[in-house]
């Protein structure tokens, strides 16, 4: 940045101008983050520039703006995906340096999200159908709620985001570690090996 951009950033906070962020994840491109704030007192550090020499940089302490920010959520999903990347590149070093150097308190910020209706009888009927068994790795429930009941949860085999129906032929009790997995990897073959078992268990109801 130029002397009088950092001039006017660093009166950003009396002279009107409105400060908006973008990280660069990708050489020449920007990604939106949101309107921001000063927070502090601007300040100089060593810092090591592209070549990884060390000068002398300003620093502007930034907050992002409290409120309502209509970010989507797959907007926000891409937007973290792109740090996690980033972070992932980092030596351990840098990585450690900039952990440190992150805020205590983090920014909150409203998000809108779309959430689905789901049916409480469909949900109770796949855990009863269950009996405190995981429908994936058929071991028992890790743990009792605290009311004593095992703790399973539901899940869509064919996920409601991709179109799947809200019914007891799609819907699956599983432990909580099953059911990660499920997110994270929803590999072909447990899709396959769910979609048995409820055919089994509808079977014998
Ligand atoms: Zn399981
Ligand atoms: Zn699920």
Not at 63 to 84: F, H, N, P, Y
Not at 136 to 152: H, R
Request: overall charge positive; some cysteine; proline content about 4%.
């Amino acid at each position: 940045m130029s002397f009088a951009q950092n001039k006017t950033l660093a009166e950003s906070r009396t002279n009107g101008v409105g400060v908006h962020l973008f990280e660069v994840f990708i050489d020449k491109e920007y990604t939106y983050v949101g309107p921001v704030e000063l927070c502090g007192a601007p300040y100089q550090e060593p810092q090591r520039d592209e070549s990884g020499n060390s000068r002398l940089a300003y620093v502007f302490p930034l907050k992002v703006l409290t409120g309502t920010r209509a970010v989507s959520r797959e907007d926000q999903q891409a937007l973290d995906s792109l740090r996690v990347k980033k972070a992932k590149k980092l030596s351990d070093e840098s990585l450690k340096e900039r952990a440190e150097k992150s805020r205590k308190m983090p920014s909150t910020y409203q998000q809108l999200t779309m959430q689905y209706e789901r049916s409480v009888w469909v949900s109770e009927y796949a855990k009863r159908l269950a009996k405190g068994i995981c429908q994936l790795c058929l071991k028992p429930a890790p743990f009792e709620n605290a009311k004593g009941v095992p703790y399973l949860e539901t899940h869509h085999i064919v996920w409601l985001a991709k179109g799947g129906e809200d019914t007891i032929t799609n819907t699956v009790a599983l432990c909580p570690n099953c059911h990660k997995k499920m997110h994270v990897v929803d590999d072909k073959s447990d899709v396959e090996i769910l979609l048995q078992r409820i055919k089994q268990l509808g079977d014998v109801a």
